[in-house]
């Protein structure tokens, strides 16, 4: 069985980047026309037949690859799978197919690509939710395809990264806190478990200084391991009136341990969360949030990875999202 052509076999035999392979098959700008007619001859020689190019309203469709790591996808519906949801449906706006492979920690410890990039073309790879640095960098090494991070970053990498504003977002939701009349707060999160969870940290302390609160390192809470896995969450022997989570799924596993301790939320304890999402039935209290408008965040998303295979030039960048305090029954003025 003959083997299919792919754009790196061209790139290879031309010794140029597949970018350059890709842009000059699908006449795309930054290709010169001696160039551009030589890689076209090259292809047909090799017997390269495109796929993922076909034309709808005269438009090129992208195929568009998505990953998710495992550790995000449990037994219920997640936040992220939120996300990739939300990205399916405004693909199909932008002329853009979705390939979705969830990403095994197998194959992340052994840096290998997601199966659809070594069997299939694709032009674009969106990764919701933080992986490691070393599979990152095995990403950004690769130059067949434009990469876009969701809802994180890291430093050093150079591939372009859309974010909710974890900072100013848990920043705002202690001030509500404060403004209800809490001093004393603690902040459930473990720290450098993810980006997200770092900035949001940063961002209570922010609202504690600027209101002359003192931090106290025993109301700062883990809530996982460094994998992920949520949950064996430890109550201080001094109790804060209320408590900023870094997520509602985190803040409805604090709610359910309160109760199995005798605390009724928010009568005698206070809680807020972040994303404003929670699979029903997890919690029998409606969490005070902030909301990630994840629509915006998805739509950016998208149309980052169609500009960079427009243009041919990938970005470096990052986006923030901004999102709104959304008030529930969590919260007791006091």
């Known amino acids: 069985m003959k083997k299919n052509v792919r754009l790196a076999d061209i790139a290879e035999k031309l010794q140029v980047s597949v970018v350059t392979v890709s842009n000059a098959l699908s006449g795309q700008k930054g290709v010169s026309e001696e160039l551009r007619l030589k890689i076209r001859q090259v292809a047909a020689e090799m017997g390269y037949q495109a796929r993922g190019t076909g034309e709808t309203s005269g438009k090129k469709v992208l195929n568009v690859g998505v990953i998710i790591s495992e550790k995000y996808l449990g037994d219920y519906p997640s936040y992220y799978w939120k996300v990739y949801q939300e ?3 405004i693909a199909g706006i932008h002329n853009c197919v979705i390939l979705f492979e969830v990403l095994r920690h197998e194959r992340e410890r052994a840096r290998e690509l997601p199966l659809f990039a070594t069997e299939q073309q694709i032009q674009g790879l969106i990764v919701i939710g933080e992986i490691g640095r070393p599979y990152l960098e095995m990403l ?9 991070l969701v809802d994180f970053m890291k430093q050093g990498i150079p591939l ?15 001030n509500y806190l404060i403004d209800q009349g809490h001093q004393k707060i603690a902040y459930v999160g473990t720290l450098k478990a993810s980006n997200s969870i770092t900035d949001r940290y940063f961002g209570y302390r922010k609202a504690l200084l600027e209101n002359d609160i003192q ?10 391991t460094m994998e992920g896995q949520i949950g064996n969450i430890k109550l201080p022997q001094e ?16 709610v359910n341990l309160l109760e199995s301790r005798g605390y009724q939320v928010p009568e005698d304890i206070s809680i807020v969360g972040f994303d404003n999402y929670l699979y029903e039935g997890l919690c029998d209290v409606k969490i005070t949030s902030y909301e990630v408008d ?23 960048d990052m ?8 008030m529930k029954e969590s919260v007791r003025q006091i």
Request: aromatic share 10%; with cysteine.
């Open 215 to 224: 931090p106290r390192e025993d109301w700062v809470l883990d809530d996982r």
């Open 140 to 148: 950004a090494s690769h130059q067949e395809f434009f990469v876009v």
């Open 239 to 254: 109790m804060p009136t209320a408590f900023a989570c870094n997520c509602d799924l985190t803040a409805s596993e604090l």
């Open 87 to 89: 990205l399916s449906l």
């Open 294 to 316: 994840i629509k915006e965040m998805v739509r950016c998303a998208i149309k980052t990875v169609v500009a960079m295979v427009e243009y041919g030039t990938a970005r470096t």
């Open 160 to 174: 372009h990264s859309i974010m909710a504003d974890n900072y100013y977002g848990m920043y705002k939701m202690v």
């Open 319 to 326: 986006r923030l999202v901004s999102g709104r305090v959304v």
